[in-house]
């Protein structure tokens, strides 16, 4: 997927004709066949989600984290290995560590190499499988970084940087129960 320009457009999707629905989203370029608010161009659409919820298990090898719609009631879950899980509830709960964990150690050479975790986005879910990417900054020049998932999530609530998920992975996650 491209940018508009250099830089995400931010902004309002209209729904109907009169009608806005509000939402920080990220919009991809849309090849011209793709009418604007036609269901392939919304299909592009980046949303913006919040970590909703975790849910850790001892008896089980994975766990779950809900992403919902910052500005909306959608939610889907994403399994996760307990490493991965234990990361995140250890940041969020603000569980000291004796030492970094992985995430915190890439956090902080995000940091110290001068760059910026613009947002992590959540762009596709092939057999089951979640496939996100890190948006960093460095020297005004965008790099993505391909990332799992839960790892990209650990990063951004290391960084407060936002978590987007792209409209069609709402969509394919609505349909597993």
């Known amino acids: 997927m491209g940018w508009l320009g250099d830089e995400p457009a931010y902004g309002i999707i209209q729904v109907r004709p009169g009608k806005e629905l509000k939402r920080n989203f990220v919009v991809g370029v849309v090849p011209d066949a793709d009418l ?11 949303i913006e989600m919040v970590l ?3 849910v850790t298990s001892d008896k089980r090898e994975t ?15 994403i399994l996760i290995g307990p490493c991965e ?10 569980f000291p560590t004796p030492r970094p964990l992985t995430h915190d150690l890439l956090a902080s050479v995000i940091t110290e190499l001068n760059c910026q975790l613009e947002r992590i986005e959540i762009t596709e879910l092939k057999n089951g499988i ?3 990417r ?8 965008v790099v993505e970084v391909d990332s799992r998932p839960s ?4 990063l951004a609530l290391r ?8 409209e069609k992975v709402i969509e394919e996650a609505a349909q597993f129960p």
């Open 52 to 54: 909703s919820r975790i």
């Open 130 to 132: 979640y496939f996100a």
């Open 85 to 94: 899980a234990r990361a995140i509830e250890y940041h969020i709960k603000k």
């Open 159 to 166: 960084h407060n940087s936002p978590i987007f998920c792209a």
């Open 134 to 141: 890190l948006i960093i900054r460095q020297d005004g020049e």
């Open 151 to 154: 790892d990209a999530i650990a």
């Open 63 to 77: 766990q779950l984290i809900w992403l919902k719609e910052r500005e909306g009631e959608r939610s889907f879950a």
């Open 36 to 46: 604007p608010g036609s269901k392939a161009a919304r299909r592009d659409l980046m």
